[in-house]
């Protein structure tokens, strides 16, 4: 730190230097990337919000309601009535509370303590820190015609298996793993199931009602218990804003922790200081584009 106080202009001339060597969205050099830059409104809205604190909600009413309120929104988009769950920083924490939910429950109903959790060998890197922060062990599932081979996952089963993980939009080629069949599977055998949607869910819904023939992987597979669905990537939300869904609010209780100096009694996330401004620009830009926009965008970046 400066022993003395420096002319804002100084700082900034500073800051624009360096913004300069950051590649840009609309440049057409950013093609290995799934986020997208924030749309205006949503940044207008993000800002407004910038000291709202979901941490402690009870201090910030008015931002949990609309935390509430879009998780919501996400999951009519997902066919679920009644979904529960957060906006958070990204698909890397999103996945990571849900095998923490998947592990949790599976230790309090199963008796389940040295838990394995089956993914495809096209799972993104963040299921690797969760197996490592949670004491997991990884089972990698073999790829057929680089999608989650069905057959393998059914053999990879164990009495240790505490969740089974498939991909809606891989990152490297978008492609959505056979979830329909192991929903039946994870159901079947009592077994947790996420879906890491992080990519292909704010794209897949609206391909699907345009007439592309493209695999149901939301809730209305009774076996789906969570789905990662970041509003960064194609919901043109500003940077961070994840999402994660649950089924039942069970999942969430299995990992509340107490919270005593705080305006609720437990928290359930892994950040315990969460910025408001992301809920409130995803619900913002949700609501601007609604359903017509975003299918109008996704047609265009399908023609184009």
Do not use: W
Not at 79 to 103: C, D, F, H, Q
Not at 116 to 144: G, R, T, W, Y
Not at 172 to 191: C, M, R, T, V
């Amino acid at each position: 730190m400066d022993e003395k106080p420096i002319d804002k202009h100084i700082i900034l001339d500073e800051l624009n230097e360096l913004k300069d060597l950051d590649h840009d969205y609309s440049d057409g050099r950013i093609l290995g990337s799934m986020c997208t830059k924030a749309h205006p409104f949503a940044k207008e809205v993000y800002y407004k919000f910038l000291d709202a604190n979901l941490g402690d909600p009870g201090l910030f009413k008015g931002t949990k309601i609309i935390e509430n309120k879009v998780i919501e929104s996400i999951g009519e988009l997902l066919s679920i009535e009644k979904p529960y769950g957060n906006i958070v920083t990204g698909g890397t924490e999103a996945n990571l509370m849900a095998m923490r939910a998947a592990r949790n429950h599976a230790r309090k109903y199963k008796g389940i303590v040295d838990g394995e959790i089956i993914v495809p060998q096209s799972a993104h890197f963040s299921f690797k820190k969760a197996a490592d922060m949670l004491n997991l062990k990884i089972v990698e599932a073999k790829l057929d015609n680089y999608k989650i081979d069905v057959e393998s996952i059914k053999q990879l089963i164990s009495d240790k298996t505490v969740a089974i993980v498939a991909i809606a939009g891989t990152t490297e080629l978008g492609l959505i793993d056979p979830i329909e069949e192991i929903s039946k599977i994870a159901h079947e055998n009592n077994i947790y199931f996420h879906v890491d949607a992080a990519f292909g869910g704010f794209s897949i819904p609206f391909l699907r009602d345009m007439g592309y023939d493209l695999p149901v992987f939301d809730f209305s597979l009774e076996g789906v218990c969570s789905i990662t669905i970041d509003p960064h990537k194609m919901g043109l939300a500003p940077i961070p804003a994840g999402g994660i869904i649950f089924r039942k609010e069970e999942y969430l209780d299995v990992m509340a922790i107490d919270s005593p100096y705080l305006t609720v009694k437990t928290q359930s996330t892994i950040v315990g200081t969460r910025s408001g401004a992301a809920s409130a620009a995803t619900y913002a830009i949700m609501k601007y584009f609604g359903k017509e926009g975003y299918s109008n965008l996704i047609k265009e970046l399908m023609v184009n």
